[in-house]
C-alpha cells in the first residue's frame, strides 16, 4: 500500500488511473472475503436471534448475500480479473464481536439487542465499502460493474432500514418473544 501511494505521486495522470484500478481491484478482494465471512456467520446468528422476526432477517439476508457474492464474481470478471478474496481484518474483527456477544448474552433479553448491532455494524461496514466501489468504478468506466454494486449496494441499505425498524418496534422497546410479538 505504502509503494502504491508513492507511486502516486510521482506518476503522470495514465498511471494514477492504473494505480486506482488496483486499488479497485484490492478493495473487491476485501468486501470478497468480508461477503463470505458473513455467509458463514449469518446461520449462526439466525440460530441464536430469540424473536422470529429477527432470525427471518438474518435468513434472508443470507440468501441475498448468497446473490451478492454471485455479483461480486461477474464484477471480477468484468474487470478480467480473479475472483480472489483478500483478508479483511475489519470484518473479522465486527463478527468477532458479534460472536462474543452470543457467547455473553446468550438466555439474556439483550441478546438481540447485541445481534441487531453487531448486524447493523456489519452493514454499515458494507455500506462504505459498496458506495467507494461503485464510484471508483464509475470513475474507471466500468458501468456495468458500477451498476451491479450499487444493486448490492440498495440491498445493504435496505437490510440496514429493516433491521433499524426490528429495533426500534421490539427489542428496544419491551422485547421480543420467540413468535415476534411483543408480550
Ligand atoms: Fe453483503
Redesign the pocket.
Known amino acids: 500500500m505504502a509503494q502504491a501511494m508513492e507511486k502516486t505521486r510521482s506518476s503522470s495522470a495514465g498511471d494514477k488511473d492504473s494505480d486506482l484500478q488496483t486499488l479497485f481491484y484490492d478493495t473487491l478482494k476485501d468486501i470478497y472475503f468480508a ?1 463470505k465471512h ?1 455467509l458463514k456467520a449469518l446461520p449462526k446468528m439466525a440460530k441464536a436471534a430469540q424473536a422470529s422476526e429477527l432470525t427471518e432477517a438474518f435468513e434472508t439476508h443470507m440468501e ?2 448468497e446473490g ?1 457474492v454471485a455479483r461480486l464474481e461477474q464484477v471480477f470478471d468484468i474487470i478480467g480479473k480473479a475472483a480472489r478474496g483478500k483478508t479483511c481484518d475489519a470484518i473479522i474483527g465486527i463478527l468477532d464481536e458479534g460472536k462474543e456477544v452470543m457467547d455473553e448474552y446468550k438466555g439474556s433479553d439483550a441478546l438481540d439487542a447485541g445481534l441487531l448491532a453487531a448486524a447493523q455494524a456489519v452493514e454499515h461496514y ?1 455500506i462504505s465499502r459498496y458506495g467507494t466501489l461503485k464510484a471508483w468504478a464509475m470513475k474507471l468506466g466500468y458501468n456495468d460493474a458500477a451498476k451491479l454494486l450499487d444493486e ?1 449496494l440498495a ?2 441499505k435496505e437490510t440496514d432500514v429493516l433491521l433499524t425498524k426490528i429495533a426500534k418496534s421490539a427489542v428496544n422497546d419491551e422485547g421480543m418473544t420467540k413468535t415476534g410479538k411483543n408480550k
Open positions: 461477503e458473513i441475498q448475500t451478492q458494507e448490492t440491498e445493504e
